[in-house]
């Protein structure tokens, strides 16, 4: 094991506690609260280790398996906290754009109930972005789940009267692309990113569908001396194709990372491209 990768022992971890005091005092408030959760994780771990020994237990390295665990909980955290301030992810009302100045307060309800944090925690990369909300909350399953929902919604003119945004269950942030049937059915997205919708009004039953993607890109996978390696062709503005190197061992893995990619590099179009798997000679 590295130096870097070795638990921190009890010295270096309360020098750290020390180091609060230097904090600005909001940030020393939720990093204090974040300590102290270490702190009874890292009490909690030794008495488990203690109660722990090879004559009840058949793994005989349970000691590092519960290390791991909590560093990759120590790790899922980092990655929760770093999405709230760099992307903003609270609800459609926190951290529109930069510059952000404030880190939000997070309490332990903020913990719980967050579903970016248990989406990291399931192994899953948080979007570039935040997704759409449903009454104040992420809601992945638009994005990414099933395609027709049934919502409440409503479409607001413009001070010209046209069609300008949606509301829909209780986000603001619609934008209306297209009006398809007048006063009943509209293209819709968010933001201007990620995938359109199909809109249709109706007085008890309105849906929102996502619309069939739009394009399609290869996905190429390359095998040589028994190394798997898979690459996203991307064509350029010039016509020329950019092979970009996706970092997966299955199609699976492929597929999720390369849509990260143009969630990150075009999010215009994310969610609106299909994958055509090419397994290259």
């Known amino acids: 094991m590295d ?36 702190l009874r994780a890292r009490m909690h771990e030794a008495q488990l280790l203690e109660n722990v020994t090879e004559a009840d237990t058949p793994f005989a ?4 398996e519960l290390d791991t665990r909590l560093a990759q909980v120590a790790l899922d955290a980092a990655e929760w906290l770093k999405t709230l301030w760099d992307v903003g992810y609270m609800g459609s009302a926190s951290f529109p ?20 944090f248990a989406r990291i925690r399931d192994g899953k990369r948080p979007l570039p972005f ?24 409503e479409v607001i003119k413009d001070d010209d009267g046209g069609l300008s945004k949606a509301i829909i269950e209780g986000c603001r942030d619609w934008l209306v692309v297209e009006e398809v049937t007048p006063g009943s059915a509209f293209v819709v997205q968010h933001r201007g990113k990620g995938p359109r919708y199909e809109l249709c009004l109706d007085p008890f039953f309105s849906t929102l569908k996502r619309e069939a993607p739009r394009w399609t890109r290869e996905i190429r996978l390359r095998e040589r001396a028994g190394v798997r390696s ?8 010039n016509g020329e194709l950019l092979d970009v190197p996706l970092r997966a061992a299955t ?12 969630a990150t590099s075009s999010p215009e179009m994310y969610g609106q491209v299909r994958f055509e798997r090419i397994e290259a000679d």
């Open 3 to 38: 130096d870097d990768d070795a638990p921190l022992d009890a010295e270096e971890l309360m020098l750290m506690g020390d180091r609060l005091e230097a904090l600005p005092p909001a940030d020393a408030e939720w990093v204090g609260r974040l300590f102290q959760e270490c």
């Open 61 to 64: 390295d349970s000691g590092s």
């Open 97 to 116: 754009a930069q510059p952000r100045t404030d880190f939000p307060h997070v309490d332990l309800e903020d913990v719980l109930k967050s579903s970016l």
């Open 130 to 153: 935040p997704p759409p909300t449903r009454n104040g909350l992420p809601w992945h399953d638009l994005v990414e789940g099933q395609e027709e929902h049934v919502v409440t919604a």
């Open 230 to 237: 898979f690459m996203l062709c991307w064509p350029k503005a």
């Open 251 to 262: 199609w699976e893995r492929a597929e999720s990372e390369a849509a990260y990619w143009i």
